[in-house]
């Protein structure tokens, strides 16, 4: 064995490849829980793979077939319910594990130097992930899979000049049909394996440069780091255990818990749902898109530009923050705008779940008046991170000297 | 400040941020569970819960009932609605015999090996109702409520009382309060709104089909069950409730066939996750002990 592993490596230096970047490879000794998320990730992507590849050997992308197949998908192929269920509520676990892992990137500093280009590549995953779960959902052809397509792609006719057109171009016909379902498919297909690759050049900026720790300091002396085998190996696969056992809770006890009902009704182009709501992930930006509607005639461009830029922004993140400290532990008021900006998002969520014209409080408090606040107050939180930290009004607490 | 008060510090923060994750989290589900049934109260009627046999982790399928409810499904809402997702062959998954299920097939003008089609044409249908009927394979799937609001539906119609007291309130075209309060109780109806009461009772009075549960009252299926309406063989009550329950179960079971294989798959493998990720938190244990 050994000798093969000599002439291997004497051509391709394996060993020593997994030496540094994975057995040997030092880990700041300090992370916490938090840090689970970003394998966690690798392994939720790797069970969307591996489960919609063996969907895709018995699904057919036809508008007149595809609502039936996913059927005979549930009905007739061994274990499709289960490759079906797994993949349906993969996509969600898939962003709730996304949405922690940035957000404990957001609370501990990782985007600052010198780790903005680990963290733009984060990014760049996310708005991908983003168009695989929307082009995903599209998929199983029901009534909120048809209209989710239509109103999400209408929007780029809000694009100046070429918008109408370049809408025509993406449905490949009039209207969301047949064409659009079948270059979902094939766009569905190519596009986790591009983020595949993207994961590999996320890994590769973060071995460059190391991991952030929760103390949020380069590490110094030797001591603090530990090799990431046998001790985040172990401790990841705990984690992993802890997420199967409460996703296949939802795979095997309730697996339409995150669907929507509408989507067992067939796709019916001749009859709108009397409320169209997008999958659960995808709520905040959907109420940002929403809350723009007082700008007149401008208002669909203003609210896609609002909905992009609710994540674009994250790009600018790195240079707006200009606390001398990385980890929001030592950094009270940032403690404090990261708090309510989580808080914020789920409002915009619950906005986003419910109809544009609804209202609470007898009709007194449209909802509306709650995602433009909440809209505002998402983009303030880059701002006002911005102004503490430049401006040196936050004072932060003692940051310890190692971990 | 000393080694020792940074240690502190570090505990107090780690445990402050931990309590407000706790908080906003709890404030967060509080909102996004309660609040938008306040927002959306005026879309529908609250469904009444009802327990069924095949909910839960440990559900089970009840054989005779989905034999009952097979035997209704076919006799009753197959004049007009298909479930074109279950063969007759299929039947035989809770306990109908090879000939019992010739016969039901026969009895549809079919064989065992067919779908389970109305023999209503599409377009005779919409002649007749305004709209095609649904399939009904996945309609215990495809409503919010999902089996509950099924079975709403097919014991929510106006009973021959409630048509009496619709015909009874419009009679003189007015409503009383008194009035109001006995058909909102009747009919579950909101007694704020006398306008859009009258509206209903009126066109309960001209024969429309009111339904308590269906979402603005009005809709196109004539009442499809009635006491009596199937005649059972196995010696059960067949009351309009007790058919209802029945064929809701029986589409259930046909708007997922494999119900009962995921959830006796489920417990194995949560049972085989629990061990292992036990086994591995005591692996972690053990091995971070070296570095604590």
Request: neutral net charge; aromatic residues 14%.
């Amino acid at each position: 064995m050994s000798k093969i592993m000599e002439w291997v490596d004497a051509r391709l230096p394996v060993t020593e490849l997994l030496k540094s970047q994975a057995t040997e490879y030092p880990t700041p000794k300090n992370l916490n829980y938090w840090w689970n998320f970003g394998s966690l990730a690798l392994f939720v992507l790797i069970i969307m793979i591996a489960s919609g590849l063996f969907l895709a050997m018995h699904y057919k992308a036809d508008a007149n077939q595809s609502f039936d197949v996913v059927e005979h998908i549930m009905r007739d192929v061994n274990f499709g319910w289960l490759l079906r269920y797994m993949h349906a509520n993969g996509a969600s676990f898939f962003f709730m594990v996304v949405y922690i892992h940035i957000l404990r990137g957001m609370y501990y500093g990782s985007y600052r130097k010198p780790r903005e280009i680990l963290w733009w590549f984060g990014i760049i995953l996310f708005f991908m992930m983003m168009a695989t779960a929307f082009m995903g959902y599209v998929l199983p052809w029901g009534q909120m899979s048809y209209w989710g397509a239509a109103v999400i792609t209408n929007l780029m006719s809000a694009i100046p000049v070429v918008g109408e057109d370049l809408v025509v171009w993406i449905w490949g016909g009039f209207s969301v049909g047949d064409p659009t379902l079948n270059r979902f498919f094939a766009l569905h297909f190519l596009l986790p394996l591009v983020i595949f690759g993207v994961v590999i050049l996320h890994l590769w900026a973060l071995h460059a440069v190391h991991s952030n720790n929760p103390v949020g300091i380069d590490l110094h002396d030797e001591k603090d780091s530990i090799p990431f085998h046998p001790y985040y190996t172990i401790k990841d696969l705990y984690g992993m255990g802890v997420f199967l056992i409460i996703f296949c809770a939802f795979v095997f006890y309730a697996p339409n818990f995150f669907l929507e009902p509408d989507n067992y009704i067939p796709a019916n182009p001749m009859q709108t749902p009397p409320h169209i709501v997008p999958e659960w992930y995808f709520l905040p930006f959907y109420a940002i898109l929403r809350s723009i509607d007082f700008l007149g005639s401008f208002s669909k461009l203003a609210g896609v530009i609002a909905m992009g830029g609710a994540i674009a922004i994250l790009f600018i993140l790195p240079f707006l923050d200009r606390s001398p400290v990385r980890s929001f532990r030592y950094r009270p008021l940032s403690k404090q705008l990261f708090w309510m900006f989580v808080a914020d998002c789920f409002v915009l969520g619950w906005v986003g779940y419910n109809p544009a014209d609804a209202a609470i409080f007898e009709g007194a408090l449209p909802l509306i008046v709650i995602g433009r606040t909440c809209t505002a107050l998402y983009f303030s939180y880059f701002f006002l991170l911005w102004v503490i930290t430049a401006f040196d009004i936050e004072k932060h607490t003692p940051v310890p000297k190692s971990i | 400040m000393n080694y020792q008060q940074v240690v502190q510090l570090h505990r107090f923060t780690k445990q402050a941020s931990l309590r407000s994750a706790t908080v906003l989290f709890f404030a967060a589900m509080l909102l996004v569970v309660v609040l938008p049934r306040g927002a959306v109260a005026s879309g529908g009627v609250a469904l009444p819960k009802q327990n069924w046999s095949f909910a839960g982790m440990f559900g089970q399928f009840d054989n005779a009932a989905l034999k009952r409810g097979a035997q209704v499904a076919i006799q009753a809402c197959m004049t007009c609605h298909s479930l074109k997702y279950i063969k007759f062959d299929q039947l035989r998954q809770f306990g109908y015999t090879e000939i019992e299920v010739k016969a039901l097939a026969e009895s549809q003008g079919r064989t065992k090996k067919d779908a389970l089609l109305s023999g209503m044409d599409a377009n005779a249908a919409k002649d007749a109702f305004g709209v095609v009927p649904p399939d009904l394979s996945l309609i215990t799937k495809a409503r919010k409520g999902y089996e509950d609001y099924t079975f709403a539906i097919l014991t929510g119609y106006a009973s021959a009382n409630d048509l009496a007291l619709a015909t009874r309130v419009m009679a003189d075209d007015k409503i009383s309060d008194e009035e109001a309060k006995e058909v909102a109780s009747a009919l579950g109806l909101d007694m704020h709104h006398l306008d859009k009461m009258a509206e209903v009772l009126k066109r309960m009075a001209a024969g429309e089909n009111f339904n308590r549960y269906f979402p603005g009252h009005f809709f196109a299926m004539p009442q499809p069950l009635s006491d009596g309406a199937v005649a059972y063989t196995d010696g059960t009550e067949n009351s309009k409730i007790q058919l209802a329950r029945d064929v809701v179960t029986f589409l259930a079971w046909a708007g997922e066939p494999t119900m009962m294989e995921r959830k006796s798959l489920g417990v194995k493998v949560l049972l085989y996750l629990f061990v292992l990720t036990i086994m591995m938190y005591a692996v972690k244990r053990r091995i971070w002990a070296r570095v604590h």
